[in-house]
Protein backbone atom coordinates (compact mmCIF):
# COMPACT_ATOMS: atom_id res chain seq x y z
CA UNK A 1 0.00 0.00 0.00
CA UNK A 2 1.77 3.63 -0.93
CA UNK A 3 1.43 6.28 1.14
CA UNK A 4 1.96 9.68 0.28
CA UNK A 5 2.12 12.25 3.05
CA UNK A 6 1.67 15.68 2.30
CA UNK A 7 3.14 18.81 4.61
CA UNK A 8 4.13 22.64 4.13
CA UNK A 9 0.98 24.32 3.92
CA UNK A 10 -0.03 26.73 6.22
CA UNK A 11 -1.84 30.70 6.34
CA UNK A 12 0.24 32.90 4.60
CA UNK A 13 -0.86 36.38 3.12
CA UNK A 14 -1.28 37.30 -0.84
CA UNK A 15 2.20 37.44 -2.89
CA UNK A 16 3.95 35.27 -0.20
CA UNK A 17 5.61 32.08 -1.20
CA UNK A 18 4.74 28.45 0.08
CA UNK A 19 6.43 25.02 -0.69
CA UNK A 20 4.27 22.06 -0.29
CA UNK A 21 5.93 18.34 0.24
CA UNK A 22 5.09 14.96 -0.17
CA UNK A 23 7.03 11.93 0.72
CA UNK A 24 6.27 9.12 -0.74
CA UNK A 25 6.52 5.44 1.34
CA UNK A 26 7.57 3.86 -2.42
CA UNK A 27 10.20 4.56 -4.97
CA UNK A 28 9.02 7.87 -6.70
CA UNK A 29 10.62 6.71 -9.91
CA UNK A 30 8.46 3.49 -10.10
CA UNK A 31 5.43 5.92 -10.15
CA UNK A 32 3.97 6.89 -14.17
CA UNK A 33 2.81 10.00 -12.81
CA UNK A 34 2.44 12.20 -9.82
CA UNK A 35 1.37 14.96 -9.33
CA UNK A 36 -0.66 17.76 -7.14
CA UNK A 37 -4.53 18.36 -7.04
CA UNK A 38 -6.37 20.75 -4.93
CA UNK A 39 -10.07 21.14 -3.86
CA UNK A 40 -11.51 24.39 -2.50
CA UNK A 41 -14.79 24.58 -0.37
CA UNK A 42 -17.34 23.35 -2.71
CA UNK A 43 -15.44 22.43 -5.71
CA UNK A 44 -14.17 19.64 -6.78
CA UNK A 45 -10.96 18.87 -6.95
CA UNK A 46 -8.59 20.27 -9.67
CA UNK A 47 -5.33 19.15 -11.01
CA UNK A 48 -2.88 22.01 -10.64
CA UNK A 49 0.43 20.12 -11.77
CA UNK A 50 1.46 16.34 -12.80
CA UNK A 51 4.80 15.02 -13.91
CA UNK A 52 5.55 11.99 -16.09
CA UNK A 53 8.03 9.97 -14.79
CA UNK A 54 9.47 10.40 -18.62
CA UNK A 55 8.54 14.09 -19.79
CA UNK A 56 7.84 17.54 -19.04
CA UNK A 57 5.55 19.21 -16.39
CA UNK A 58 2.14 20.27 -16.69
CA UNK A 59 0.31 23.31 -15.25
CA UNK A 60 -3.23 24.49 -15.10
CA UNK A 61 -3.71 27.65 -16.58
CA UNK A 62 -4.21 29.72 -13.62
CA UNK A 63 -1.03 28.05 -11.95
CA UNK A 64 1.39 28.59 -15.02
CA UNK A 65 4.54 30.46 -14.10
CA UNK A 66 3.39 30.83 -10.41
CA UNK A 67 3.80 26.71 -9.25
CA UNK A 68 6.40 24.87 -9.75
CA UNK A 69 6.73 21.11 -9.61
CA UNK A 70 9.92 18.84 -8.79
CA UNK A 71 10.68 15.74 -7.02
CA UNK A 72 13.76 14.17 -5.26
CA UNK A 73 14.19 10.98 -6.31
CA UNK A 74 16.53 9.62 -4.05
CA UNK A 75 14.44 10.83 -1.24
CA UNK A 76 11.38 9.74 -2.33
CA UNK A 77 9.80 12.95 -2.43
CA UNK A 78 7.62 15.65 -4.31
CA UNK A 79 7.18 19.38 -4.04
CA UNK A 80 5.35 22.25 -5.24
CA UNK A 81 6.71 25.91 -5.22
CA UNK A 82 4.00 27.95 -5.13
CA UNK A 83 5.10 31.88 -5.67
CA UNK A 84 2.67 34.92 -5.92
CA UNK A 85 0.24 33.44 -4.22
CA UNK A 86 -3.56 34.69 -4.26
CA UNK A 87 -6.77 34.04 -2.15
CA UNK A 88 -7.78 32.07 -5.23
CA UNK A 89 -4.86 29.52 -4.58
CA UNK A 90 -6.92 28.77 -0.94
CA UNK A 91 -7.69 25.09 -1.06
CA UNK A 92 -6.26 22.31 0.41
CA UNK A 93 -3.78 20.54 -1.76
CA UNK A 94 -3.38 16.71 -2.40
CA UNK A 95 -0.51 15.18 -3.73
CA UNK A 96 -0.99 12.30 -5.95
CA UNK A 97 0.29 9.07 -7.40
CA UNK A 98 -0.47 6.65 -10.46
CA UNK A 99 1.86 3.04 -10.70
CA UNK A 100 2.43 1.34 -13.33
CA UNK A 101 -0.38 -1.07 -12.60
CA UNK A 102 -3.05 1.69 -12.96
CA UNK A 103 -3.74 1.90 -9.06
CA UNK A 104 -4.73 5.68 -7.47
CA UNK A 105 -2.65 6.91 -4.29
CA UNK A 106 -3.76 9.78 -2.87
CA UNK A 107 -1.94 12.07 -0.01
CA UNK A 108 -4.55 13.30 2.88
CA UNK A 109 -4.26 16.54 1.97
CA UNK A 110 -2.49 19.64 3.30
CA UNK A 111 -4.49 23.04 3.69
CA UNK A 112 -3.42 26.38 2.29
CA UNK A 113 -5.14 29.43 2.62
CA UNK A 114 -4.05 32.80 1.55
CA UNK A 115 -5.52 36.15 3.24
CA UNK A 116 -6.08 39.25 1.17
Known amino acids: QVQLVESGGGVVQAGSSLRLSCAASERIDSFTVMGWYRQAPGKQRDLVATRLRWGSPKYDDSVRGRFAISRDSPQNMLYLQMNSLTPEDTAVYYC??????????WGQGTQVTVSS
Open 96 to 105: YAQTAGGDDY
